[in-house]
């Protein structure tokens, strides 16, 4: 080629950078938002030590469209329900089965390692163990993908002619299965304080503006963060203590009805009025910004 750049081994010029202009600025780049980091918002992060592992699984026994988890002191296991293969060969595994499910297993790195370096069929032994054979023989389909598991709460969710959505704004524990939820109701309440501003004729950009996307998105994100969390933490310490408060936790809820609706608010995403009020207000101080 003429071109020096076009050759193998040879480097040339830094192609032209290109300023792209707009009122508002989104960021959606993960919860380890390149853009977030840019834009000078910080965040709080709770690294849980832990790997989740996520793939599909063929299964003898029809799920009935029943999603399970099942905590571990080592490991925890989701069983989330597919929709069923289409009736054809290529769809099924060698045992001929059509029925699939997304499994989520997340354990310690060292565990996560090794159970990531088993064969298929060894790895999909150790799950139908786990889940002690409830859905008959399993056998793995696809790949197997391995992500560190870190829970991430940003300091702002807005600021003037920016804000953050999803992942980058609220990073969930996957062990509630909000954080998708979350993301989509984001998107929603975000999208609605830009439309009442365009109606407003308001700058969309505004901090002013943003703010009511913030303030909304933080109180209803904040209990279910902590919520996850806390769960989290219960349910994985292997400690006398911990034990005895998650026994307590659990007959406590079926005998205090405000417990219960606590605990059920936290997993709806629709917590009591008291639990709302509780949010701190930090994300949404865009005074200072």
Not at 54 to 70: I, T
Not at 267 to 280: I, Y
Request: proline content about 8%; hydrophobic content about 40%; some cysteine.
């Amino acid at each position: 080629p003429s071109d020096p750049a076009a050759r193998p081994g040879t480097y040339g010029a830094t192609p032209p950078t290109e300023r792209l202009q707009a009122p508002l600025l989104v960021a959606a780049d993960s919860r380890f938002s390149a853009t977030r980091r840019q834009l000078g918002i910080g965040a709080r992060m709770t690294d849980f030590g832990r790997t989740v592992i996520v793939c599909r699984m063929h299964h003898a026994l029809p799920h009935g469209g029943v999603a399970h988890e099942c905590f571990g002191y080592e490991r925890t296991l989701a069983i989330l329900p597919l929709p069923d293969a289409v009736d054809t060969l290529d769809a099924t595994d060698s045992a001929g089965s059509r029925h699939l499910c997304s499994v989520v297993v997340t354990a310690g790195a060292a565990d996560a390692a090794a159970l990531m370096a088993l064969p298929a069929d060894a790895f999909a032994a150790q799950v139908q163990a786990q889940f002690r054979g409830r859905l008959g023989p399993m056998q793995l389909d696809g790949e197997r993908h391995a992500y560190p598991l870190v829970a991430v709460y940003a300091d702002r969710f807005a600021a003037h002619r920016c804000a953050l959505l999803g992942d980058a704004a609220v990073g969930m524990h996957p062990v509630t299965a909000h954080g998708y939820n979350l993301g989509l109701a984001g998107v929603e309440r975000l999208t609605a304080a830009l439309q009442t501003a365009r109606r407003q004729g308001r700058d969309i950009g505004d901090q002013h503006v943003l703010a009511a996307y913030a303030r909304t998105h933080h109180h209803n994100a904040w209990p279910i963060y902590e919520g996850t969390n806390a769960i989290v933490r219960l349910y994985t310490d292997a400690r006398p203590l911990p034990r005895l408060l998650r026994q307590l936790v659990l007959q406590g809820a079926r005998r205090l009805p405000p417990l219960q609706a606590a605990i059920v608010g936290q997993l709806t995403g629709k917590p009591p009025g008291w639990m709302q009020s509780l949010a701190p207000g930090r994300p949404t101080n865009l005074q200072e910004t």
